[in-house]
Each structure stands twice: as structure tokens, then as C-alpha cells.
């Protein structure tokens, strides 16, 4: 799971840039945002292990 870690801070700046550049985006980005790690946490994927 190096991979989820890894993709934190790319995934953030990219949110940000479409934020800025349209800002209606808001509410879409942090929805997909939750719900993806709403299911990583069920799911076991995402536990708090930084390997």
C-alpha cells in the first residue's frame, strides 16, 4: 500500500489547482475525497501504516 501513501500530496495540489480554477468543484472533490477514504478505512486498506 506504498502506492496510497505516496499519492496524498500529487492528489492534494491537483484538488487545489481545480478549486481555484473552479471553484462549483468544492463540494465534488471533497465528497469523492470522503467517501474514497470512507471505503479505504473499511475496507482495512488505510489503517494508519506508513510503510
Known amino acids: ?3 496510497l501513501t505516496n499519492a496524498g500530496p500529487p492528489v492534494s495540489l491537483i484538488a487545489g489547482i481545480l478549486i481555484l480554477v473552479v ?3 468544492l463540494n ?3 465528497a469523492i475525497y470522503l467517501i474514497v477514504i470512507g471505503l479505504l478505512g473499511l475496507l482495512g486498506l488505510f489503517g494508519g501504516h506508513l510503510h
Open 1 to 3: 500500500m506504498h502506492i
Open 23 to 25: 471553484p462549483r468543484l
Open 28 to 30: 465534488y472533490i471533497v
